[in-house]
Every structure is written in structure tokens, then in C-alpha cells.
């Protein structure tokens, strides 16, 4: 196997093997002594695209599965029934693993090799049950054909629910809602809701669909009936013209993550869904953290002077804000000040949930929660494991289900 | 024991590396541009294994006399070692992180004896 540096030299690595990679992690863990609490990783990844045969099994409709698999042989060079990102999230090579991770090798026989490799992390850093999503199909919400967005979500939701969550009790999954859709997404709750596994539902929110539309009235009443949360994954998109303003990756990925996940709230709170919906759980996913005081002032300024344009509103915006959940990563920690503040203004004790957003280049380790020298031990335990056990009923006990490796 | 022995010369081309653990801690040496560099090998972000990844050439901007962009280009002399993690780059006969030049890595003092290089453990360089 070799790697591609800019240079004269070819740098050969061995198979590659996540445990090795994260050996720093699992010492950490033991360390910190991750064995006396569990962890819960509230937004983690697999590469979907690398089973995607096995999904394409669970595609109804026969034309679109002929376009999906023919699309998927060795010489399709210009077809594709997925849309894709113009992005660079390997850093030109520099994170390895992007290009080595599809050699890895999981034991023949043994568990669905998706679910083998997620385990094989989890247990490196020490992470007991991990909220499982997708990775290209973040993108799904932009694809230009609705009924692809359905027919491939509804697939991946099939074979994630048999093939992955029915079998294995340490990951779990919000599944993905085709949010272009308002029927298909109030469909995917009745059919998925009661499914082994699944803990919530999912909209990723790079799309063009404004959340407070009456059409999702329905599916927001059935998620409370149902007691299942609803979270907001962030991601870009290079090609909206507003990013496509920005000539550097590291722009688009700063400000993309962040911007759909702003307009989606801002949409929830003024247009009083949480008044609508008082026990409906909502979470907002991959954005970091810095965003969370930006919105709470801006809009408590804003609210004051504009009362009238948000009649539903019983409080302030932020007053809803801190009843909403918020997964960690990327936290950003480069003012620890700050960063302390965010925590206090959010209550993060009982409102903030860790996430890895493993194996992607930005993930964050449970240490990024457990070294916070201004957190209490009690704070640490919430955050990394208590408060979603609480969300989503995992009924976790004592027990640490992850054997550090 | 001060001295972690690290390799016979011939064994050490130009450009690469070797990865040495003495009482619990690890530490990357290169060989690069005729020199030789130790650090030790925990990113200063979040515990990587910075020491294990790729080299990359500094990525500079190239500017016309009039402040105009032109391109990039890869630096001729200066290369920095990525942590495979995360990204962090680093200088490498320095050790500064190239993103904040305040943050580096532990460095330890590199030795030739005879045809055999050594890195001398409990002489770190205490100005980190």
C-alpha cells in the first residue's frame, strides 16, 4: 500500500488496521478510566458507499436498482445515481485513512464488516454505544431527483435496520428522513419508527425545504406521539452560491456545517414549533458549539425589538435554545474561556451530548469532554454518556459494554 | 539509560523514519536533508501519533509584485510531518506546530556513535 505525499518518496504502510491507528486513544482511555462510566457517541459514521451493493438488494424499484447497479460497475466512469460534493475533506492525503480505510479487513464470518469496523473503533476509544449514520449520503437532500432521495434512503434504511442495528445492541441509529418529501418523511416514521435500534430520525440539513412548512406538521406530531427525537445534521455544500463565494475548503467546511443548521433553527424557534410540539426532542448535530451563544444573542436582541414577528413565542429564543440538545463535535477549544461560557449558556450538564463524528478527519475524542478542567466529574459522566442514555432510553447500566483495546 | 539506540546509518536512508519507545514514551526520528530530528510522538492536539504521518512540503502562496494572487506551490525547502488524526502539521527540524508556532512537539537530542544514531531521552530540550 502506498501513500501519495507531494515528494519524491513513497511512504509504505503496513495494512492498515484502526486499532493501531487509535492506540494513543485507547490509552487514554485506560487512563482516564473510561471502564467506570459508560459513553455514548451521539453522531458517528460508517462509509455506506462500500456496501452499497448490499444496500441496492433492498432498492423496490426496479429501474432506478438497474440504474444504482449499473452505475456501480468497474467501468460506469460517468454514471452515478448518487450526487456528490465538490470538497477535499482528506486534506490532499494528509489524513491516510480516507484512502487505506476500504483495505482494512474484518474477520471472515464474523459480524457485517460496517458493523465489525465501527466496533473496532469504539472499542479503541472507549466508546459502549454509538449513534450510527451514513457518510455520502449527507448529500442526499441536494440530489436533484426527489424519488431517488426516497428510494435510496429508504433502502439504506432497510438494510441498516436488518443487516446492522437488528444484530448488534451497541449501535444504534436516527434514521434518515427524505425531508424533500413531507409524506415520504411522515411514511419513513411510521415504517421505521418502531425498528430495533432506532433511537430518532434524521434530517440533513443541507437542503431547501424550510422546516416550519405546514406539510411536516404531521410527522413532528407523530415523532412526539412516538417519543423520538429529531436532529439536524450538518454538512456543505460548495455549490449553494453562497459558498460558492468561498475559494477554500476550510471556508466552506467552517461556515457550510454551520449555516443550514442556523437557517433550520432560526425557522424552528420564530416560527414556534417548540409552542406546537412542547415534548418533541430536537438535536442539532455537527455544527460545534461556538454557533449556539451567536444565535441565543442575536436573536434575544432581535426578539425584543421585533416581538410582533414572533407572536407564538412564550420566552426568549435562547430560553428555547436550552431546552434543545446539542451533540460536541467539533468543540471548538480554542479559548477555553469561552468555551466554559458556551457550556454555562447552554447548560451543558444536561443539554450537551458527546459525538465523535468518527472516522471523519475532525472527530473528537471523549478526552475532548473529560480533560475540560472546569467541568465536574459528575458534568464529564452526563455529557459523555448520561444525558443521551436519558434521550434516547438506551437503559444503560453500569456495565461498560466497550473492551478497550 | 539516557541513550535509545535508533539504527545503523545505513539502515536510516534520507527521508525516512523510525519510531522508538523508551519507559512509556514514544519518539519519532527523521532523517531529512542531512539532519537528524527527534520529537516526541503525541500530537499537541489531541494525542495523535503525529511522528507516523505523511510528509508533505509546506503549501505556499505565490503573490505578484502588485500583491496580486498567482498560484500555489510546494515550499522548496521547508516540509512538515501531518498527524494522521487530525491534520496538525509540523515543522519538521523545528517541531513547531506550522499552524501556531507557539505550540510545539518535545524534542530530544539526536547522537552519532560510530555508524549507529541514538537519541538521548533524558536530555529533552526544556525550553518547550
Not at chain 1, 115 to 142: H, I, Q, Y
Not at chain 1, 196 to 225: C, D, W
Request: hydrophobic fraction near 40%; charged fraction near 25%.
Amino acid at each position: 500500500m502506498d501513500l501519495h505525499p507531494n515528494d519524491f518518496r513513497r511512504m509504505s504502510v503496513e495494512e492498515f488496521d484502526t486499532t493501531k491507528l487509535l492506540a494513543h486513544a485507547s490509552k487514554q482511555a485506560r487512563d482516564r478510566g473510561y471502564d467506570r462510566f459508560p459513553i455514548v457517541d451521539v453522531d458517528s459514521h460508517h462509509y455506506e458507499n462500500e456496501s452499497m451493493r448490499e444496500i441496492l438488494e433492498y432498492l423496490d424499484d426496479p429501474v432506478l436498482r438497474q440504474l444504482a447497479l449499473a452505475s456501480a460497475g468497474p467501468n460506469a466512469k460517468n454514471a452515478r445515481i448518487m450526487n456528490t460534493m465538490v470538497g477535499y475533506q482528506d486534506m490532499g492525503g494528509r489524513i491516510p485513512r480516507y484512502g487505506l480505510r476500504s483495505s482494512e479487513k474484518t474477520p471472515p464470518g464474523g459480524d457485517q464488516r460496517d458493523a465489525a469496523l465501527t466496533k473496532r473503533w469504539m472499542d479503541a476509544v472507549g466508546v459502549d454505544v454509538a449513534v450510527l449514520f451514513p457518510t455520502p449520503m449527507l448529500a442526499l437532500g441536494v440530489h436533484p431527483q426527489v424519488e431517488v432521495e426516497i428510494a435510496l434512503s429508504r433502502a439504506y434504511n432497510r438494510w441498516l435496520c436488518e443487516r446492522v442495528l437488528s444484530a448488534e445492541p451497541r449501535l444504534v441509529s436516527m434514521l434518515y428522513l427524505p425531508f424533500n418529501d413531507p409524506d415520504a418523511t411522515y411514511q419513513f416514521v411510521k415504517e421505521f419508527g418502531e425498528k430495533k435500534g432506532v433511537v430518532g430520525f434524521l434530517i440533513t440539513s443541507t437542503r431547501y425545504r424550510p422546516v416550519h412548512a405546514n406539510q411536516y406538521m404531521k410527522t413532528y406530531a407523530l415523532l412526539e406521539e412516538m417519543r423520538l427525537p429529531i436532529a439536524f445534521h450538518g454538512s456543505y455544500h460548495w455549490h449553494d452560491q453562497a459558498q460558492g463565494m468561498l475559494n477554500r475548503f476550510i471556508s466552506v467546511h467552517a461556515l457550510g456545517f454551520v449555516w443550514y443548521n442556523m437557517c433550520h433553527l432560526a425557522n424552528w424557534i420564530i416560527n414556534g414549533i417548540p409552542e406546537r410540539f412542547p415534548k418533541l426532542k430536537v438535536m442539532w448535530l455537527e455544527s460545534g458549539l461556538a454557533w449556539i451563544p451567536f444565535m441565543m444573542q442575536r436573536f434575544d436582541n432581535e426578539y425584543m425589538m421585533r416581538t410582533s414577528e414572533a407572536p407564538a413565542l412564550k420566552k426568549l429564543p435562547s430560553d428555547y435554545m436550552r431546552d434543545m440538545y446539542f451533540a460536541s463535535q467539533p468543540m471548538e477549544i480554542t479559548d477555553m474561556g469561552l468555551l466554559e461560557n458556551t457550556l454555562r449558556v447552554i447548560n451543558a450538564e444536561t443539554q450537551l451530548v458527546y459525538s465523535s463524528d468518527y472516522p471523519h478527519w475532525d472527530f473528537d475524542l471523549p478526552s475532548t469532554i473529560y480533560d475540560l478542567p472546569f467541568l465536574s466529574e459528575t458534568a464529564k459522566r452526563n455529557i459523555l454518556g448520561s444525558n443521551a442514555n436519558r434521550l434516547f432510553n438506551l437503559k444503560l447500566g453500569a456495565e461498560k459494554l466497550a473492551r478497550v483495546a | 539509560m539516557p541513550e535509545v539506540f535508533v539504527s545503523n546509518i545505513g539502515d536510516f536512508p534520507e527521508g525516512d523514519r523510525r519510531i522508538v519507545f523508551h519507559n512509556g514514551i514514544e519518539i519519532g526520528v527523521f532523517h531529512w536533508q542531512g539532519g537528524y530530528y527527534a520529537y516526541q510522538n503525541q500530537c499537541v492536539h489531541q494525542g495523535g501519533p503525529c511522528c507516523e504521518g505523511v510528509i508533505m512540503h509546506k503549501v505556499e502562496d505565490v503573490l505578484a509584485p502588485d500583491k496580486t494572487w498567482l498560484r500555489q506551490t510546494f515550499s522548496e525547502n521547508d516540509a512538515h510531518f501531518v498527524c494522521p488524526w487530525h491534520g496538525y502539521e509540523y515543522d519538521i527540524k523545528t517541531g513547531e506546530c506550522a499552524g501556531n508556532r507557539k505550540l510545539r512537539l518535545q524534542s530530544y537530542e539526536v547522537v552519532r556513535r560510530g555508524q549507529d544514531i541514538y537519541v538521548m531521552t533524558e536530555n529533552c530540550h526544556e525550553d518547550i
